[in-house]
C-alpha cells in the first residue's frame, strides 16, 4: 500500500522568492506520485508526475518537484513564486490496485507581494 | 471543447430528496472516477469505473449508486440525502494514472 502526506496546511512566501511544498510517501515497491493544482472554485489540475528515471521532475507554470528516495520525500518547487501561484496543492500517489490515487489533505500556497 | 464536463454546477435541495450529477468525458479515457471534497476540501475517492464496469467501491454508503451507461458517461445518484452529503463532487477520467478533474459539483443539503 502507498500513501502520501502534507505535513503543512499552509505556506506562505513573498512573490520572487523561491517555494517548496513538502510531500512524503510511504510505499510498498516503487512509488509513482503526482502533484495537482486546485484555484478557487475550480476541479484541479494536473501538475507533475515521477514515475522513473531522473529525480528532478519538470511540470507546468515553471514548476518542478524532486524524488528523494532516502527521505521518502516528493516536494514541489519552483524558484520564482508569483501572487498568480496562490492556490491548494495536493500530492497524490496510488493506493492498492484499480488505478486508485490517494490524495494528500493539500497545502494552501499564499504568495504576497 | 471540455474535457470533462459536470452538470449541474451547484445544487441546492433538501434533506430526504433524491438528487444526480452527470458527467461526460470527451478525452477517450477507458476510466472514470468520483470523488468527494469536504468542507476542509479533503479528497476521498468514491467510486471508480474501466470501460463500463465497476472497479473502485470505498465504503460509501449504498445510498450512493453511480452507472455507467458508457465509457464516456459516468453519472452518480444519490438517495434520501443527508446533510452530511453536503460537499464538492467531482469527477475525473483518467488514461496512464493522470487524472483529469471536471470542475466539480457544489452539493448543499438543506
Known amino acids: 500500500a502507498q500513501s502520501v502526506a502534507q505535513p503543512e496546511d499552509q505556506v506562505n512566501v513573498a512573490e520572487g522568492n523561491p517555494l517548496t511544498v513538502k510531500c512524503t510517501y510511504s510505499?510498498?515497491?516503487?512509488?509513482?506520485l503526482f502533484w495537482y493544482v486546485q484555484y478557487p472554485n475550480r476541479g484541479l489540475q494536473f501538475l507533475l508526475k515521477?514515475?522513473?528515471?531522473?529525480?528532478l521532475v519538470k511540470g507546468s507554470y515553471g514548476f518542478e518537484a524532486e524524488f528523494n528516495k532516502s527521505q521518502t520525500s516528493f516536494h514541489l518547487k519552483k524558484p520564482s513564486a508569483l501572487v498568480s501561484d496562490s492556490a491548494l496543492y495536493f500530492c497524490a500517489g496510488p493506493t492498492g490496485g484499480g488505478n486508485k490515487l490517494t490524495f494528500g489533505t493539500g497545502t494552501q500556497l499564499k504568495v504576497e507581494l | 471543447d471540455t474535457a470533462v464536463s459536470q452538470t449541474p454546477k451547484y445544487l441546492v435541495t433538501q434533506m430526504g430528496n433524491d438528487k444526480s450529477i452527470k458527467c461526460e468525458q470527451n478525452?477517450?479515457?477507458?476510466?472514470m472516477y468520483w470523488y468527494k471534497q469536504d468542507s476542509k476540501k479533503f479528497l476521498k475517492i468514491m467510486f471508480s469505473?474501466?470501460?463500463?464496469?465497476?472497479?473502485i467501491n470505498e465504503t460509501v454508503p449504498n445510498r450512493f449508486s453511480p452507472k455507467s451507461p458508457d465509457k464516456a458517461h459516468l453519472n452518480l445518484h444519490i438517495n434520501s440525502l443527508e446533510l452530511g452529503d453536503s460537499a464538492v463532487y467531482f469527477c475525473?477520467?483518467?488514461?496512464?494514472?493522470?487524472?483529469?478533474f471536471g470542475e466539480g459539483s457544489r452539493l448543499t443539503v438543506l
Open positions: 478525452l477517450g479515457h477507458d476510466t
Open positions: 510505499v510498498s515497491g516503487n512509488p509513482y
Open positions: 515521477y514515475i522513473t528515471g531522473d529525480n
Open positions: 475525473a477520467s483518467s488514461q496512464y494514472g493522470e487524472l483529469f
Open positions: 469505473y474501466n470501460n463500463k464496469e465497476l472497479i
